[in-house]
């Protein structure tokens, strides 16, 4: 086959959307993966909101929450009581044009994007596996094994390691991936069952020694429960089995398995790759970060990652920025890969670990804090954007510059509602603009003649919208600039919608956008 402008290694969730988003902004990919056939169990489940808004830009937002169940509320347990329930509703209202959480189980999510991917005229070249890379600067030259034993050679502009926790690409680039590993070995079974408690609800119980969560399925009496081994299996040199996990917890919760579809065991890590790229060579999703399940983030975060490079090496490739936009790519997402590992570890550490302080907070403050802490909007709010992950910026990026009023450069660009727009979805927010997946400049009032003027000269969408009081609400000022990335992240904002700032910024990143001059 043709040498490819990148090369993919690895076809998980994150590598296929940087596929996709590569594709659909004209760049020429090759996806490959080890294994021979995509996976066929239920791995991670949960889609956030920001995901939604980032595939709604590329048009996959539809179909996902289509094919998705939204589930209305978590449980908390403790000892067999149930203490708290969070009811999530559309918790996230105003602050997304998706404020809910969806359960999408990581199989159908695959085969999904490989569905939308193989509409591009791209497909996953599968078994094909990268053994080995040389960066000569210019290009990378990558060998490949097929399963008769016989190599492939590709040259690429750049190499993307999406090929999961074990990644070959950065065994090969020699990277670092500090961290650890918990103590417990945990278990994970996808399920049939019935009970009060498999009623399309999370619930998670907490106990001396034992904690299960249950997971809503789509479909009648269907569970995922993940929970911990008995620890006189743990260490058990035989393959385990359903027969070996603590069944305290699920029978005094009365959940009845009639089924185990799916089972495995694994321990959890928490690591974070010592650097994101090495020349032309990029890590991304469980290739660069790990970390414990709690609030669903992981696959979440690696199609960030993925949506982050995709547009900076189109960028590149098309010329239509400096080289400079991809030293951005690792400073952008290491700092929140730190910080979520940080903030799952301590949330991990107080749900599972064996010290008596964190059993006491466990089943003693829990019980008595959380149900007043989650009554309140204000923490609902605050839980649904830090889970959502709608609160991610990148304010100390290299690529942001500016403010104004609340909204900084680096920030989400706040969501806008349009009332009034009428039936056309293609004006029912200050979102549906983003679907071009190219730099915008937006206007929430009214801008100098010069600054429209810049755009076009510079092939820069001019997006201005009718001043409302929801975009005061929203934190955006009246009459100022934002440049919006094709991410949907502002970087450039100025309250003085000065055009010649904006040049500044413009010329400094050598940005061209796409639109008709």
Same mark, same amino acid.
């Given at each position: 086959?043709?040498?490819?402008?990148?090369?993919?290694?690895?076809?998980?969730?994150?590598?296929?959307?940087?596929?996709?988003?590569?594709?659909?902004?004209?760049?020429?990919?090759?996806?490959?993966?080890?294994?021979?056939?995509?996976?066929?169990?239920?791995? *991670?489940?949960?889609?956030?909101?920001?995901?939604?808004?980032?595939?709604?830009?590329?048009?996959?937002?539809?179909?996902?929450?289509?094919?998705?169940?939204?589930?209305?509320?978590?449980?908390?347990?403790?000892?067999?009581?149930?203490?708290?329930?969070?009811?999530?509703?559309?918790?996230?209202?105003?602050?997304?044009?998706?404020?809910?959480?969806?359960?999408?189980?990581?199989?159908?999510? %695959?085969?999904?994007?490989?569905?939308?991917?193989?509409?591009?005229?791209?497909?996953?070249?599968?078994?094909?596996?990268?053994?080995?890379?040389?960066?000569?600067?210019?290009?990378? !030259?990558?060998?490949?094994?097929?399963?008769?034993?016989? %190599?492939?050679?590709?040259?690429?502009?750049?190499?993307?390691?999406?090929?999961?926790?074990?990644?070959?690409?950065?065994?090969?680039?020699?990277?670092?991936?500090?961290?650890?590993?918990?103590?417990?070995?945990?278990?994970?079974?996808?399920?049939?069952?019935?009970?009060?408690?498999?009623?399309?609800?999370?619930?998670?119980? +907490?106990? %001396?020694?034992?904690?299960?969560?249950?997971?809503?399925?789509?479909?009648?009496?269907?569970?995922?429960? !993940?929970?911990?081994?008995?620890?006189?299996?743990?260490?058990?040199?035989?393959?385990?089995?359903?027969?070996?996990?603590?069944?305290?917890? !699920?029978?005094?919760?009365?959940?009845?398995?009639?089924?185990?579809?799916?089972?495995?065991?694994?321990?959890?890590?928490?690591?974070?790759?010592?650097?994101?790229? *090495?020349?032309?060579?990029?890590?991304?999703?469980?290739?660069?970060?790990?970390?414990?399940?709690?609030?669903?983030?992981?696959?979440?975060?690696?199609?960030?990652?993925?949506?982050?490079?995709?547009?900076?090496?189109?960028?590149?490739?098309?010329?239509?920025?400096?080289?400079?936009?991809?030293?951005?790519?690792?400073?952008?997402?290491?700092?929140?890969?730190?910080?979520?590992?940080?903030?799952?570890?301590?949330?991990?550490?107080?749900?599972?670990?064996?010290?008596?302080?964190?059993?006491?907070?466990?089943?003693?403050?829990?019980?008595?804090?959380?149900?007043?802490?989650?009554?309140?909007?204000?923490?609902? $709010?605050?839980?649904?954007?830090?889970?959502?992950?709608?609160?991610?910026?990148?304010?100390?990026?290299?690529?942001?510059?500016?403010?104004?009023? $609340?909204?900084?450069?680096?920030?989400?660009?706040?969501?806008?509602?349009?009332?009034?727009?009428?039936?056309?979805?293609?004006?029912?927010?200050?979102? *549906?603009?983003?679907?071009?997946?190219?730099?915008?400049?937006?206007?929430?009032?009214?801008?100098?003649?010069?600054?429209?003027?810049?755009?076009?000269?510079?092939?820069?969408?001019?997006?201005?919208?009718?001043?409302?009081?929801?975009?005061?609400?929203?934190?955006?000022?009246?009459?100022?600039?934002?440049?919006?990335?094709?991410?949907?992240? !502002?970087?450039?904002?100025?309250?003085?919608?000065?055009?010649?700032?904006?040049?500044?910024?413009?010329?400094?990143?050598? +940005?061209?956008?796409?639109?008709?001059?």
């Amino acid at each position: 086959m043709a040498d490819s402008e990148v090369l993919i290694a690895g076809a998980g969730p994150t590598g296929l959307i940087l596929a996709l988003w590569l594709t659909r902004l004209g760049v020429g990919v090759r996806i490959v993966d080890k294994e021979a056939e995509p996976g066929t169990t239920s791995r *991670a489940l949960v889609v956030h909101a920001r995901t939604l808004e980032l595939y709604r830009q590329a048009g996959l937002a539809g179909a996902v929450v289509e094919n998705s169940l939204r589930f209305a509320a978590v449980n908390l347990w403790v000892r067999g009581k149930q203490v708290a329930r969070v009811v999530l509703g559309e918790m996230g209202a105003g602050i997304s044009p998706y404020p809910y959480v969806l359960i999408f189980p990581q199989d159908q999510h %695959e085969r999904f994007l490989i569905e939308r991917l193989r509409d591009l005229g791209v497909e996953v070249e599968r078994p094909l596996q990268l053994h080995s890379f040389d960066d000569r600067g210019d290009r990378v !030259i990558a060998r490949m094994k097929r399963p008769d034993g016989g %190599e492939e050679t590709c040259e690429t502009a750049y190499l993307a390691g999406c090929d999961g926790a074990h990644s070959a690409v950065r065994e090969a680039l020699g990277t670092g991936f500090p961290g650890g590993t918990y103590e417990h070995l945990f278990y994970v079974a996808d399920a049939q069952a019935t009970g009060p408690l498999v009623n399309h609800e999370l619930h998670v119980a +907490l106990d %001396e020694a034992d904690i299960l969560a249950a997971f809503p399925l789509k479909g009648e009496d269907r569970v995922r429960l !993940i929970g911990t081994v008995r620890q006189d299996a743990e260490h058990r040199n035989a393959a385990l089995e359903w027969n070996d996990v603590s069944r305290g917890v !699920i029978e005094y919760l009365g959940i009845d398995v009639k089924k185990v579809n799916w089972f495995s065991t694994y321990h959890v890590h928490h690591r974070v790759a010592a650097q994101f790229r *090495a020349g032309r060579t990029f890590l991304l999703g469980d290739a660069a970060h790990i970390h414990s399940p709690v609030g669903g983030q992981g696959m979440n975060t690696g199609l960030g990652d993925a949506v982050n490079l995709a547009w900076k090496m189109a960028a590149v490739l098309r010329k239509r920025g400096n080289d400079r936009l991809l030293d951005t790519y690792e400073p952008e997402r290491v700092a929140f890969a730190k910080r979520l590992v940080a903030t799952t570890d301590r949330a991990f550490q107080l749900v599972t670990s064996t010290g008596g302080l964190a059993a006491f907070v466990r089943l003693h403050v829990v019980p008595l804090v959380l149900p007043t802490l989650f009554a309140t909007n204000i923490m609902r $709010r605050f839980m649904f954007r830090t889970l959502s992950q709608t609160a991610i910026e990148y304010r100390d990026s290299a690529l942001s510059s500016g403010a104004a009023e $609340r909204v900084k450069a680096g920030d989400r660009l706040p969501w806008v509602k349009l009332e009034g727009a009428g039936n056309d979805s293609a004006a029912s927010d200050n979102f *549906a603009p983003l679907s071009s997946m190219d730099w915008q400049l937006h206007v929430y009032g009214e801008s100098p003649h010069a600054v429209a003027q810049l755009c076009r000269e510079k092939g820069i969408a001019f997006r201005a919208f009718a001043w409302r009081d929801a975009m005061r609400a929203a934190g955006l000022a009246r009459n100022a600039v934002y440049l919006v990335r094709p991410d949907g992240y !502002i970087g450039f904002a100025d309250m003085a919608a000065s055009a010649e700032a904006l040049r500044r910024y413009i010329d400094t990143w050598q +940005l061209r956008g796409t639109a008709s001059a």
